[in-house]
T-cell receptor
Framework: GAGVSQSPSNKVTEKGKDVELRCDPISGHTALYWYRQSLGQGLEFLIYFQGNSAPDKSGLPSDRFSAERTGGSVSTLTIQRTQQEDSAVYLC????????????FGPGTRLTVL | DQQVKQNSPSLSVQEGRISILNCDYTNSMFDYFLWYKKYPAEGPTFLISISSIKDKNEDGRFTVFLNKSAKHLSLHIVPSQPGDSAVYFCAANNDYKLSFGAGTTVTVRA
């Protein structure tokens, strides 16, 4: 498909375990974003990648969270030593230009930490 | 620090009538505003946007109004259709970051 894809769609893990969430952006999109949506909340910005520039990590809630983007395409969000408050839907988005204009979202990964 | 607020968590409207969704923001540096629509188990999809230099943008049944002095924007959907039932997010741009409201769940009754 031509859209943003994310895997897995659902992830249930035990507290203290590490998880990896994957995002495949739309081909050719240079900007990639990760957001988190907790229950009843809006989308919370986590991290932004643009081309070869250093990522903006200002939204990451703690040092247990990290993300990388390999080859300017696929991105992986890693959460180490998961906590129950990490339970949320993690959304990835990509866009063509370095702009806060229209972003194209994937379906999200629902993470549940028991 | 919630810079974008949607104070109505839900809205119920009869099919054919107007839906009005409201959004308030606090950051005067926002220069672009967007509305996204989200169905369950799907990511948000872009609906309509407006630049801060405009006060109105219309696209078919959807119109967004911006009142910069009041730091307020609204989305009008007319006429409302059953397929419009979804969660609507207001978002505001400052450089490349989007700040989102918590969303309003719209239910269109037949």
């Amino acid at each position: 498909g031509a859209g943003v894809s994310q895997s897995p769609s659902n992830k249930v893990t035990e507290k203290g375990k590490d998880v990896e969430l994957r995002c495949d952006p739309i081909s050719g999109h240079t900007a990639l974003y990760w957001y988190r949506q907790s229950l009843g909340q809006g989308l919370e910005f986590l991290i932004y990648f643009q081309g070869n520039s250093a990522p903006d990590k200002s939204g990451l809630p703690s040092d247990r969270f990290s993300a990388e983007r390999t080859g300017g395409s696929v991105s992986t969000l890693t959460i180490q030593r998961t906590q129950q408050e990490d339970s949320a839907v993690y959304l990835c988005a990509s866009s063509l230009i370095r702009s806060g204009g229209e972003q194209f979202f994937g379906p999200g990964t629902r993470l549940t930490v028991l | 620090d919630q810079q974008v607020k949607q104070n109505s968590p839900s809205l119920s409207v009869q099919e054919g009538r107007i839906s009005i969704l409201n959004c308030d923001y606090t950051n005067s540096m926002f220069d672009y505003f967007l509305w996204y629509k989200k169905y369950p188990a799907e990511g948000p999809t872009f609906l309509i946007s407006i630049s801060s230099i405009k006060d109105k943008n219309e696209d078919g049944r959807f119109t967004v109004f911006l009142n910069k002095s009041a730091k307020h924007l609204s989305l009008h959907i007319v006429p409302s259709q059953p397929g419009d039932s979804a969660v609507y997010f207001c978002a505001a741009n400052n450089d490349y970051k989007l700040s989102f409201g918590a969303g309003t769940t719209v239910t269109v009754r037949a």
